[in-house]
């Protein structure tokens, strides 16, 4: 049997590598794939040094595709003082180094409600609201924010402290690469990414691309497990 499972539907795959499991927060009905890393075995903002304090919460029908990475976002750096542990190695991540003697600070990650990560997506990000999609080999980066129902492409950047406002679709800037596209979408496709989500949970296929209300997906997007 690959996968583990509890009494309020979540099912972990044992090739996950999850770290904290007693401070991560599952609500119920959600999956974490092989290869997925869920890192919240860190030291919290407020000095939590029992490390009693959820770090990742993640709300009911959240999917993670294979290879995602989690972890709460840096948000500065404290002193190493004696007897003190660092959250992993002494070179963050997520894009900034430590200096010798100094260990980083996180603030705890909330992920809610009907959220669909794709494959190798990194995840720094402080917030996602509920109804979202996540196309694979993007990367939220540390403490940015995505609103509700919002559809974010396959492979794209979201830059640090970035705020996706809610109803949003993000896709890569046409002329840019390295940009990306926030345009308006209809508040229909909250519904419509609560069923895409259960329908995932449960194992059935998702062709995000044969839905006629997403005519512009990209033809790259990859959300198989």
Known sequence: MEWLETGQGIRISKQANIV????IVLEGHSVIS???QVEANVYMVDGDERRTKAAVSLGRYCVLEKNVRVK???????????GSQSSQSTQSTQGTH???GKMP?????????????????????RTIGSSVIVGAGTQLNRCSEIGSVVLIDSGLIIP?????????????????PNSIVIEPISPTFGPLIE???????LGAPVDLLGDPQ???MREDTDMAL
């Open 20 to 23: 904290g499991l007693d401070r």
């Open 34 to 36: 092989a290869g997925c």
């Open 72 to 82: 709460p976002p840096v948000v500065g750096y404290k002193k190493r003082t004696p």
């Open 98 to 100: 430590t200096g010798q």
């Open 105 to 125: 600070i996180h603030c705890d990650m909330s992920v809610r409600s009907h959220v669909w990560i794709g494959q190798g997506c990194k995840v720094y990000c």
């Open 160 to 176: 640090e402290r970035f705020k996706i406002p809610s109803y949003s679709r993000v896709s890569r800037h046409p002329s840019m």
């Open 195 to 201: 069923q895409w989500c259960k329908k995932r949970y």
């Open 214 to 216: 997403l005519p512009m």
